[in-house]
């Protein structure tokens, strides 16, 4: 009946990765390239001043950049411009991009990394979300540190909570996590013969990197070009710009082809992570187990970059009742710069952090009212014509027949 | 310094730096660069390759210990049974991991024609992969086993 | 890194030569696993290596008399598919079985394992439970030092920078007698050992414990043995509340030494679980057979 689904379909690019034949940025070589080095803050939060000159001394070393040889503007970010190409007075988190070292070897660049000079004036920092929260905290971008609140309010949970017989109220913490794909960033970037700016590398939005490079470059789209060749893993990891731009400063500005393939240690310390989540709940229930009311509080850390917080943390909110109806909801998610790793994209977004919350609270409801886990599941989960707490009805709903299935094991 | 190896059948007599390990000599020195470099210290198997008949973190050999080995890589595993079975199975994703998955599944298959599950998974135990969650990678060794033995064909 | 040479001497006389030659500017290398990472890490910084890999007098197990001797270049995959050692040494195949993963095992030697000294060395705690003497040898002779008073610090061995660790050697067990390993890692493979246990065991018809020796990972600075609780059990009948005396020495003394650190607690509870596991495994091996879970 159908043509591809309910049968194996193989990869078209399964064949080249079995062989060995699939490329990564990491797998290109060209005549002549030179290798790039990041130099990255060792401090969360603290005032810079940099010093290149004996790096550029060293035999090899063919340039240093900085903030001051972006030739566009020196910001980017998959929402907020918040980040910079390279940190021009303040660093906000530890691993921040100070500086890349251009050499004629990956061991040259690494060794003339160690010679750029940073003075750090340090800062008091920040790490914990709810002290960010704070008006004396320190603050990461000269502002108020809460940058996203987001409501939901269905029907009236202070009258609905008098009505319950039962409340559970518990906090849940979940940490960040890290997406460890296996193939670590790498990229190459060069002109073509158009005069084109390329840049190859693994990335999840190679039009958004497009856009983002462009700007940084101060050239028009249409000067660059971003190809994307095998990819190791993401899992919106990659989703974030890390080496893409510095690349193509490089680049750009050299006229040669340049390369950088990061370790393990530095992937970790480049890229995004998942945010940690502290989530207050309360969650009230009438004795025979019908929830009436449900309240959170969600706090995101977003570390020292927005990303893509805004939207992971309002998908935490919509997600927080779970696959359950509630008639009163109160839900506040926050998202808050902290001097943290920063915090993106992950698998699920948002909606992976709620379930520890709200599941919790459904087995300690079950076990205080003397029902079993199906049981009050089955009783409150979504049906056909459901309403959620954002106000959607929902269709084609099998939950129910999942849960049943569940009762043979 | 020079060493001689031999590697997917072919002899060369090379130069090489001190400081250079078996992963670089096989990237930037020979061009195989179906062998990965995931983590550097030898817990992602990504380098996987095989050495004198057993299987090595190429990262953690450094070029000059390869001196009069035998080296098989990605590029040089003529067996076509073991990856059209991880074609088949899905046991390839986003591919990083596979070429050192084959070579782990090479080695175990090499001695054992009828490996337990239990073989499997301890033969790639050395081999991390983020996509997968394994149990394609099981199914795609175990089907290979099959086909060899002169099982059902693909 | 800053190499200059690197050498594959075939011969012991020719590491040694060169070792009298470089002394503290060199380094030994053998598998390599933890070298090329602390290579690269810039931890170590030597000027030449000198690789034993290709020295074949070091590899392999002999039986010589009573004795079993190891030769430092042994993998652990040729250990723990050693025909030689017999199944009352299962402790020791054991722990060579759980370092790191196939690719570390085929490359990995135990004399490395040694001369790291790492708290969490994996084939160091059977080898501590056995007894077990070491040869270390230089230009000037050999001299050989028990293992158990070879680590000095974490890291630091008595090993001087003109000498080789050469054999491992240790009595092979008989009748009665019988050595059981076990581990505790965050996973099975690639896992540093959180606590490790081994236990050699010889003990009578009527269950009187006649020799136990007890060594432990991961809860000190280096493996090292746990004399308290063998002084205990020496001469007693292994019996419940023996063991259970036992295990509350052992919790006390592993918490005292790791007092002040945040694994104290955890540790001093869950070793006393790693140690009965290792003691039953040993015990029935000592009877001669049977098989246990892990």
Redesign the interface.
């Known amino acids: 009946m159908f043509e591809f689904i309910g049968k194996n379909i193989k990869r078209i690019d399964a064949k080249d990765k079995v062989e060995g034949k699939a490329i990564y940025p990491q797998d290109i070589y060209i005549e002549g390239m030179l290798y790039g080095f990041t130099v990255r803050s060792k401090f969360p939060h603290a005032f810079i001043k940099v010093d290149v000159s004996e790096a550029e001394k060293v035999d090899g070393v063919v340039k240093v950049f900085t903030y001051k040889d972006v030739p566009g503007k020196n910001h980017h970010g998959v929402v907020l411009k918040d980040h910079e190409v390279f940190i021009s007075k303040k660093v906000k988190r530890i691993g921040d991009p100070i500086a890349f070292v251009v050499a004629k070897s990956k061991e040259i660049a690494e060794y003339a990394a160690s010679l750029v000079k940073v003075e750090y004036d340090i800062l008091p920092a920040v790490f914990d979300p709810e002290e960010a929260m704070r008006e004396n905290s320190p603050k990461v971008h000269d502002k108020d540190n809460v940058f996203y609140h987001f409501k939901i309010r269905k029907g009236d949970v202070e009258k609905a909570f008098k009505e319950c017989d039962v409340i559970v109220e518990n906090v849940y913490k979940v940490p960040m996590v890290d997406h460890a794909f296996l193939q670590p960033e790498a990229g190459v970037s060069y002109i073509d013969e158009d005069g084109k700016i390329v840049v190859i590398a693994s990335t999840q939005y190679p039009h958004f990197d497009q856009e983002e490079i462009a700007q940084a470059l101060g050239v028009s789209k249409d000067l660059v070009k971003v190809l994307t060749p095998a990819v190791g893993g993401a899992f919106g990891g990659r989703e974030d710009i890390t080496l893409q731009i510095h690349l193509a400063i490089a680049a750009f500005t050299l006229k040669r082809p340049v390369k950088a393939v990061y370790s393990r240690e530095e992937s970790f310390i480049a890229h995004s992570k998942r945010h940690a989540m502290k989530m207050y709940y309360k969650t009230g229930a009438t004795k025979d187990g019908k929830l009436l009311a449900l309240e959170a509080k969600i706090i995101g850390d977003s570390g020292a970059y927005a990303s893509w917080s805004m939207n992971v943390l309002r998908k935490a909110a919509v997600h927080a009742t779970g696959p359950y109806v509630v008639e009163n909801v109160k839900i506040d998610s926050f998202a808050v710069y902290t001097n943290n790793p920063f915090t993106g994209a992950m698998r699920g977004f948002g909606a992976t952090q709620v379930p520890i919350a709200y599941e919790q609270q459904m087995d300690i409801l079950a076990r205080k009212l003397g029902l079993s886990p199906i049981e009050i599941r089955l009783k409150n989960c979504f049906k056909e014509g459901s309403e959620t707490a954002t106000g959607q009805i929902l269709e084609k709903v099998a939950l129910e027949k999942c849960i049943e299935e569940l009762k043979r094991f | 310094?020079k060493i001689e190896l031999n590697v997917n059948g072919k002899d060369y007599s090379i130069e090489i730096e001190?400081?250079l390990?078996l992963i670089d000599l096989l990237?930037?020195k020979l061009?195989?660069?179906?062998?990965?470099?995931?983590?550097?210290?030898?817990?992602?198997?990504?380098c996987?390759v095989i050495?004198d008949g057993?299987?090595?973190?190429s990262?953690?050999?450094?070029a000059?210990?390869a001196?009069k080995s035998k080296i098989i890589?990605?590029?040089g595993v003529e067996d076509e049974d073991i990856?059209n079975a991880?074609?088949?199975e899905?046991a390839?994703?986003?591919?990083?991991?596979?070429?050192g998955m084959?070579l782990?599944a090479k080695?175990l298959l090499d001695k054992n024609e009828n490996p337990s599950e239990q073989d499997i998974r301890?033969?790639i135990?050395?081999?991390?992969?983020?996509?997968t969650g394994y149990n394609k990678i099981v199914s795609a060794i175990k089907k290979a086993a099959e086909i060899k033995r002169g099982g059902r064909n693909v | 890194m800053n190499l200059k040479a690197c050498y594959r001497p075939l011969t012991l006389k020719e590491a040694l030569d060169y070792l009298e030659e470089y002394k503290d500017k060199s380094k030994i290398i053998a598998g390599g696993t933890d070298l090329i990472i602390k290579l690269r890490k810039g931890n170590i910084n030597p000027q030449v290596l000198i690789d034993i890999s290709f020295i074949n007098e070091l590899k392999g197990v002999l039986e010589v008399g009573e004795y079993m001797e190891i030769g430092c270049g042994t993998t652990f995959y040729d250990l723990a598919s050693c025909i030689l050692l017999n199944e009352r040494l299962k402790g020791l195949k054991d722990a060579a079985r759980s370092v790191g993963s196939p690719q570390i095992r085929n490359r990995g030697t135990i004399g490395g394992n040694i001369c790291n000294a790492s708290p969490a060395a994996d084939s160091v705690v059977p080898l501590l439970a056995l007894d077990s003497i070491l040869t270390l040898e230089s230009k000037k002779g050999k001299r050989k030092i028990y293992l158990k008073d070879f680590f000095k610090d974490k890291g630091k061995t008595d090993i001087r920078d003109d000498e080789i660790l050469t054999t491992i050697k240790f009595k092979t067990p008989t009748k009665n007698q019988g050595l059981g390993f076990y581990k505790l890692g965050l996973r099975k493979s690639l896992a540093i050992s959180r606590i490790s246990f081994s236990v050699f065991l010889e003990i009578d018809d009527i269950n009187r414990i006649e020799i136990i020796r007890v060594a432990s990972g991961s809860v000190g600075k280096f493996p090292m043995r746990e004399y308290k609780i063998e002084n205990y059990l020496t001469g007693r009948i292994l019996d419940e509340d023996t063991l259970n005396t036992a295990l509350e020495i052992l919790e006390k003394d592993i918490y005292e030494r790791l007092n002040g650190r945040n694994t104290a607690r955890f540790k001093s509870i869950a070793a006393k679980g790693v140690f009965k596991k290792a003691l039953l495994k040993a015990l029935c091996l000592a009877k001669g057979g049977g098989k246990i879970e892990d």
């Open positions: 310094m001190e400081h390990r990237r930037d061009n195989l660069t179906g062998t990965k470099e995931g983590c550097g210290e030898g817990e992602c198997g990504a996987t050495m057993r299987i090595v973190n990262c953690l050999v450094m000059f210990q001196h890589t990605i590029e990856k991880f074609i088949e899905g390839v994703q986003c591919g990083f991991c596979t070429p084959i782990a080695s301890e033969a135990s050395g081999n991390l992969c983020r996509c």
